[in-house]
């Protein structure tokens, strides 16, 4: 179990520092390759931990599976910061519409470049249940502010502007 947790933290720890270089970092394009190198380090770092403080013998298997996790959990973090870093013109509405309470097509047409993308989105949004129109505007009903409130979490955290990308 120790080796599980140990894993778990030495993850975590590798993920920190991937938000903080992300943070700090002006640079336009998304850092999975960053991540990556990352995850390299902090496997590498668990098993000199594996092997160097663990002194007593226990089954190898548990090796095995602490690092079986830690090689599940890379691309599954992987495979979410990269969606959140790039552009979602849905999240934009989402958070435009959250923002004016109220959002009509014109003022989702500003806000939004794609024009052909804007009305299929809001018509998968209504159908979906996260926006309803009414009066020629769109407002968010309680599951759209339920997800808009994560895409702004994940936006303040990242530190991204509206709708993904730095």
């Known amino acids: 179990m120790i080796y599980i947790a140990m894993s778990l933290i030495v993850f975590l720890i590798v993920v920190v520092i991937h938000t ?3 943070r700090q ?36 298997f548990l090796k095995s599976t602490a690092t079986l996790i830690y090689l599940l959990l890379m691309p599954l973090y992987a495979m979410y910061y990269r969606s959140i870093s790039h552009t979602n013109p849905a999240r934009k509405i989402l958070q435009v519409i959250e923002t004016r309470s109220k959002a009509s097509y014109e ?44 895409a702004n979490l994940d936006q303040s955290f990242f530190k991204r502007s509206t709708g993904g990308r730095p």
Request: no cysteine; net charge positive; charged share 20%.
């Open 107 to 150: 003022e989702l047409l500003s806000a939004v470049e794609e024009q052909k993308y804007i009305e299929q989105a809001l018509t998968v949004m209504v159908r979906n249940g996260q926006a309803r129109k009414k009066d020629g505007r769109y407002s968010l009903t309680a599951r759209g502010k339920f997800l808009a409130f994560f």
């Open 25 to 60: 970092s002006k640079q336009k394009s998304t850092s999975v390759g960053l991540f990556l190198f990352l995850s390299s380090m902090g496997l590498m770092v668990m098993w000199i931990l594996f092997d160097s403080i663990f002194f007593f013998h226990s089954p190898q």
């Open 20 to 22: 903080l270089i992300v």
